[in-house]
């Protein structure tokens, strides 16, 4: 991925974040994973302490996108661990957002993808396979739409409904 400035992405479309065609998210996510600037198109997730749904998704072909993931923002277990991180690495995803926790710090940070979550915690999750994908999610402010775009950098993550030109 080409160097991008979110920072920059907002001081020249300010006609798209009147509109609301750009947001921002709340500054409320810890950065993990080797990628400190990530972009794509988003796929949607929404579950709860059950990372079954998670697995599935990140063991499919990710083509450049970025899984963002509305886990109700539990911290009480990890919807992301090294495994799954590894596996996304490995399957072309760009990065993953988890409005929840991560676990495996340290795999997560060798891996050359970026991770946004909310902290880490070493409790695994439920596996029931509940949840709904593809479906509208609201996390840090914003209502994200699947097949949205995602742009995160040091200074934050924006969503936009169409591709930013670099």
């Known amino acids: 991925m080409a160097s991008f400035a979110t920072a ?32 794509g198109p988003i796929v949607t997730l929404k579950v709860f302490e059950d990372n079954v749904l998670v697995r ?5 072909r990710g083509e450049g996108r970025v899984l963002v993931i ?9 919807l992301v661990g090294g495994n799954l991180a590894q596996s996304a690495q490995n399957m072309g995803w760009s990065g993953i957002v988890v409005n929840g926790c991560i676990r495996d710090v ?9 991770v946004r979550a909310l902290g880490s915690n070493p409790l695994k999750s439920n596996k029931k396979a509940i949840g709904e994908k593809h479906i509208p999610i609201s996390i840090a ?18 969503i936009s409904k169409m591709e930013l030109s670099i």
Request: charged residues 25%; hydrophobic residues 35%.
């Open 8 to 39: 920059e992405a907002c001081d020249s479309n300010t006609a798209l974040l009147a509109s609301g065609e750009l947001r921002a998210l709340e500054p409320i996510f810890k950065i993990y994973g080797q990628r400190r600037s990530f972009s």
């Open 56 to 60: 599935q998704l990140l063991e499919t």
């Open 70 to 78: 509305d886990g109700g923002g539990s911290k009480r277990c990890a």
């Open 106 to 114: 340290d795999e997560i940070n060798a891996c050359d993808i970026g």
């Open 141 to 158: 402010g914003s209502l994200i739409r699947d097949g949205e775009w995602l742009y995160a950098d040091s200074d934050g993550i924006l």
